[in-house]
C-alpha cells in the first residue's frame, strides 16, 4: 500500500477552505482501509465490555485501567504495537483521563511514555525531538526531510489537554526546548467532543500521534501497509459506540460539534464495524 492509497481523512488540495464535515463514505473508505490485529467485535462481547475492577487501583474501568493504563482483560491485551521512535505525551493535570486519546497509545506500545505537567520528558538531544503543536515557526515533515534532519529523530513530544489548557503547558519554557516544532498535514478529525476552535483540522491526540508516525514513515521508509493501524483500535470502537446509539435510538447530536450536524453519518449504518466477522460475511451473503 503506498502512502498515497493509505487511509486517512484529509481537506480537499482543490479547495483547502472547504469547512463541511466529510461524507460517510469518505469515513467508511478511511475506516475500512485501516488493518486492526482483532475486530472491533472483541470489544463487544459480554465478557469484554463489562467494567470490571482494576488490579493496581481498584477502580471500576471499562477495557483499560486508564490511570493504571493497563488493560483488564486478556482480550483486550497490550499489543505491543512496535514504533520506530519513542513518544512521549505530556497531559494537563487538570485534564480527566478519561477524556485523554493518548492513553490508548500507552496502553497499546510500551513505546509511549505518559507525563502529568509540571512533569516533563528528559530529553538530551532536542535536535533528535520534534515537538508536536501548532507554532509560527513549526514545519512539515516534508520540510523537515528536505533538510535532512528527520532520519535522525528518535523522539516525538505530544501535548494532550484541551486547547485551552495547552497554551499554558506549551509557554512553559521547559516545554518549548523538547524538540523542533512540527506541524502535521491538514488531516480531519472524527473526535466526537465540542470543540471551541470550530475547526475540523484539530486533531484528536492519538489521530495526530497516528498520522505523524504515518508521515514519517512515508518519507524516509518503505511503503506503508498498516504497521500502526492498532494505535486506533479503541478511538474508532468509541467512534463507532457512538454513531450506532445516535442511529439506532435516533437521538439528536448536539451541533456545537462543528459547524453542522453532520457529525452523525446517518446515511450509512456503522455497526456492521462492531459485528463478528461471521455476521459481516451473512450479512454479505444474504
Given at each position: ?18 469547512t ?12 475500512d ?5 482483532q ?26 485501567c ?32 478519561g ?13 509511549v ?30 520540510e523537515?526531510?528536505a ?39 491538514d ?5 466526537w ?6 475547526d ?23 511503503p ?5 493501524d492498532?494505535?486506533l ?30 457529525y ?23
Open positions: 500500500m503506498s502512502d498515497d492509497d493509505a487511509p486517512s481523512i484529509k481537506r480537499p488540495k482543490e479547495d483547502p477552505n472547504e463541511d464535515l466529510v461524507t460517510g463514505e469518505k469515513v467508511k473508505e478511511f475506516i482501509g485501516l488493518k486492526f490485529t475486530p472491533l467485535s472483541v470489544l463487544q462481547e459480554a465478557e469484554v465490555s463489562k467494567r470490571r475492577e482494576c488490579p493496581k487501583c481498584g477502580k471500576s474501568k471499562q477495557y483499560y486508564y490511570d493504571c493504563v493497563i488493560p483488564l482483560n486478556n482480550k483486550v491485551r497490550a499489543r505491543d504495537v512496535k514504533l520506530p521512535v519513542k513518544v512521549h505525551v505530556i497531559l494537563h493535570h487538570a485534564e480527566h483521563r477524556k485523554a486519546t493518548s492513553i490508548h497509545s500507552a496502553v497499546l506500545s510500551s513505546d511514555t505518559l507525563y502529568t505537567h509540571p512533569e516533563i520528558p528528559s530529553i538530551k538531544d532536542p535536535t533528535k525531538s520534534l515537538l508536536v503543536y501548532p507554532s509560527e515557526r513549526a514545519q512539515s515533515i516534508e523537515l526531510q533538510e535532512g534532519i528527520l532520519d535522525n529523530i528518535e523522539h516525538l513530544v505530544f501535548v494532550d489537554s484541551t486547547w485551552q489548557q495547552a497554551k499554558g503547558i506549551t509557554r512553559d519554557d521547559r516545554v518549548k526546548s523538547l524538540g523542533i516544532p512540527v506541524k502535521l498535514n488531516y480531519r478529525t472524527l473526535f467532543r465540542f470543540q471551541n476552535t470550530g475540523d483540522r484539530f486533531l484528536a491526540t492519538i489521530e495526530a500521534i497516528y498520522y505523524l508516525l504515518r508521515d514519517m514513515h512515508a518519507a524516509r521508509s518503505p506503508y501497509s498498516g504497521q500502526y492498532d494505535l483500535y479503541f478511538y474508532i470502537n468509541q467512534w463507532a459506540v457512538i454513531q450506532r446509539s445516535y442511529i439506532k435510538k435516533k437521538r439528536s447530536f448536539t451541533c456545537r460539534h462543528q459547524k453542522s450536524d453532520s452523525i453519518k446517518k446515511e450509512i449504518d456503522f455497526s456492521y464495524l462492531l459485528e463478528p466477522p461471521e455476521e459481516k460475511k451473512k450479512a454479505t451473503e444474504d
